[in-house]
């Protein structure tokens, strides 16, 4: 959580973005991110994300939830009160099945959404700084920080060599924090050590 | 260039010239529209539909279960047939959403949206059926395995009517989040360009804060598969454990193996139906012709042509085994109480409308026509109740014992039920057509460079070329 200064430029089209991140990756420019409406395949591989372990999440609660399915329903059946139904087994395995397929995917579901909201915090009441509102509609936004060593103007007309759009400053919070959408928050009072703004 | 290529013998998915900001103009600008007239009569129609069935429900809750028209020997009645007729209905957009994606079937962009909603209130209404069915409600959660006062006492997981408890819940509640986390981006697009602070205050909230970040739309797309993995085999599960609720049963007509795959193509049949009665007219309402095209509803057509006949093979499975089995009691069944006998009326609409009229769509042009669209749709909805009527009822009516044998017509708090669900289950999809993307806005922006119509136009040059040109052209990009 801090505040910090950043140069974004947009993008109109994909086609013009990807040779973009390429160049401006050589030039060693840091991406803070970049915005898109969809997610665009390959995106992420060029940025030079590391591929998601959420899947592998994903698994771990599935698994979680066989076993808890399985092992409780025994427990139940066996120990905590051996029960004779009409002559059945005690461990009917097959009987147990459905439900525990069921719990395996509701664990597994429920289990990776939560991750994945973690992981991105997402949350109702989260607020995050927009750098451009049509980052949601139709425009692919770079956002570049700024640290002490970069060179903004230089920067700014790199970006527009590279064919980006409607570049500008913005002194912004990088992290999220607790806000509403309908209300502009004082940066000094997110953080006090903020920049001045641009 | 785009990435991607499709032939242009495809057709489009997206009709009319668009960009990336036009899809979103076309699909979010109705819900910052004033709704019209007809919005308004079809919410006030619901609500009242809702409000009755609410009195009719409190009524059976007051007076007792007796209130309905259900006796010694039918048990099951309206209650039941119900509940696994809204279950059905709610397959469709699990299917269009889940395994369509992994099918990579580009067409269900257009349409998953709407489906996953129809999904989840159809789910909605069909667990109050099985909950008001208990007779003394405020017992419902004793079908939980909570530890409890009484031993603890704990249901009996052999039973394929729990087996449901934990099938229906957990359907609902992965619809729920898959349909949920897919709404996040488009919510944030609503919020990014309200107007007024009370739209971008609840969108924000709706939103949960999503900006479009790379690295979240990859988690994002990492989630969306995985839960595409896991609800087809859930949705198949659901459908599959309601039938044992009958198959695992001594009950002539119930007591057969055919029933898992019987009762899921016969979800997935009436699914479509439903899906197309609600998107026919969500598409003219809302002017969504471009991305709710004929050819999406011919799609769909012809997976109601596939399902319609894989039942009508069941059907017929159903009365040879009946007569090949040499077991009186099922002969019976089939032959005296289902094809004639006093309830025999039914299985004369079910077959009718199930197996003889979807066969139309076998036809191009009653496929791609909508009006025949829209009038088989209701058709295929009625044959399907009726299916799941003669099902429970005309396997009740006539049992072992001549001596209880009986009839069974519902009384008025059945019907009210019944109708209530329906408000319920209208209310809240003019509610979801009034304030949610009717239509995924981000996933037709990702297919809309392959499969627009303005955008496959000028792929014409490069079908004219051989195909290892282009794939070295695009190798090099």
């Known amino acids: 959580m801090a505040v910090k200064k950043f140069v974004v430029g947009s993008f109109g089209d994909e086609a013009v973005l990807f040779p973009a991140v390429k160049k401006v990756r050589t030039a060693g420019y840091k991406i803070h991110d970049i915005y898109t409406p969809f997610p665009v395949h390959g995106l992420d591989h060029a940025m030079g994300l590391r591929e998601t372990s959420l899947h592998t999440a994903g698994f771990v609660y599935g698994i979680t939830g066989t076993t808890t399915a399985l092992s409780f329903m025994s427990w139940v059946f066996n120990v905590d009160w051996p029960l004779n139904i009409g002559g059945k087994p005690h461990f009917p395995l097959p009987a147990f099945i459905p439900i525990t397929f069921e719990l395996t995917v509701l664990f597994a579901a429920v289990g990776m959404v939560m991750t994945f909201c973690y992981l991105c915090q997402l949350m109702p009441g989260v607020k995050k700084h927009i750098f451009n509102p049509r980052q949601t509609d139709d425009k692919f936004v770079m956002v570049i920080e700024v640290t002490n060593r970069t060179k903004e103007e230089e920067l700014k007309s790199y970006l527009s060599g590279v064919g980006a759009e409607d570049i500008n400053t913005q002194v912004a919070e990088a992290g999220w924090w607790y806000g509403r959408f309908d209300q502009e928050e004082n940066l000094l009072e997110l953080d006090p050590a903020a920049p001045v703004k641009a | ?477």
């Not at chain 2, 004369?348 to 036809?363: E, G, H, L, R, T």
């Not at chain 2, 749709?377 to 099902?391: A, C, D, L, T």
């Not at chain 2, 009516?397 to 329906?422: A, K, M, N, Q």
């Open chain 2, 1 to 477: 260039m785009h990435l991607k290529y499709e032939s242009t013998l495809r057709e489009p998915l997206v009709d009319g010239v668009k960009d990336y900001h036009q899809v979103t103009e076309d699909i979010i600008s109705p819900i910052e529209a004033k709704p019209g007239k007809l919005w308004y009569v079809g919410l006030v129609v619901s609500i009242c539909l809702l409000c009755f069935g609410v009195f009719s429900v409190t009524w059976e809750v007051y007076y007792g279960t007796g209130v309905w028209n259900l006796n010694k020997t039918v048990g099951w009645g309206w209650d039941i047939t119900n509940f696994v007729w809204w279950v059905g209905i709610g397959h469709a957009g699990t299917l269009i959403s889940a395994i369509l994606l992994l099918f990579r079937q580009g067409w269900r962009t257009g349409v998953n949206r709407a489906a996953e909603a129809m999904t989840i209130f159809a789910v909605m209404c069909a667990g109050q059926f099985p909950i008001f069915h208990m007779g003394r409600v405020w017992m419902a959660f004793f079908v939980l395995p909570y530890p409890n006062t009484r031993g603890p006492l704990w249901p009996n997981f052999n039973s394929p009517l729990l087996w449901d408890v934990f099938a229906i819940s957990t359907y609902f509640t992965v619809s729920l989040l898959f349909w949920y986390s897919g709404l996040l981006p488009d919510f944030a697009t609503v919020r990014d360009r309200a107007k007024t602070k009370l739209r971008k205050l609840l969108y924000g909230i709706a939103s949960f804060g999503w900006t479009g970040s790379t690295k979240h739309w990859q988690r994002h797309e990492s989630l969306s598969l995985v839960l595409a993995g896991l609800s087809t085999p859930l949705v198949l599960s659901v459908h599959t454990i309601v039938s044992f609720d009958f198959a695992t049963s001594v009950i002539p007509g119930w007591h057969t193996t055919i029933f898992p795959p019987y009762f899921v193509a016969g979800a997935i049949f009436s699914g479509f139906a439903m899906v197309q009665t609600l998107l026919i007219i969500t598409r003219k309402i809302l002017g969504l012709e471009d991305y709710i095209t004929v050819g999406h509803m011919e799609a769909m057509n012809k997976v109601i042509v596939l399902t319609g006949s894989v039942v009508g093979c069941a059907y017929l499975t159903e009365l040879f085994m009946a007569w090949y089995s040499h077991n009186p009691y099922e002969f019976a069944e089939f032959y005296k109480y289902r094809a004639a006998g006093p309830l025999g009326w039914s299985y004369y609409i079910m077959m009718s409308c199930n197996v003889i009229s979807p066969q139309i769509f076998w036809f191009r042009k009653l496929r791609r026509n909508v009006l025949v669209t829209f009038i088989m749709s209701i058709i295929v909805n009625i044959g399907m109740w009726f299916e799941r009527f003669v099902i429970i009822c005309t396997s009740l009516y006539r049992d072992y014992l001549p001596s209880s044998w009986s009839y069974y017509r519902p009384s008025w708090p059945e019907i009210g039920f019944y109708l209530g669900t329906f408000g319920l289950f209208f209310t809240c999809f003019f509610l979801f057509a009034k304030y949610f993307p009717v239509i995924a806005v981000a996933e037709i922006k990702h297919v809309l460079k392959t499969t627009g119509k303005s955008f496959k136009e000028d792929m014409e040059k490069y079908e004219e070329e051989p195909a290892e040109q282009f794939a070295h052209d695009v190798a090099h990009h």
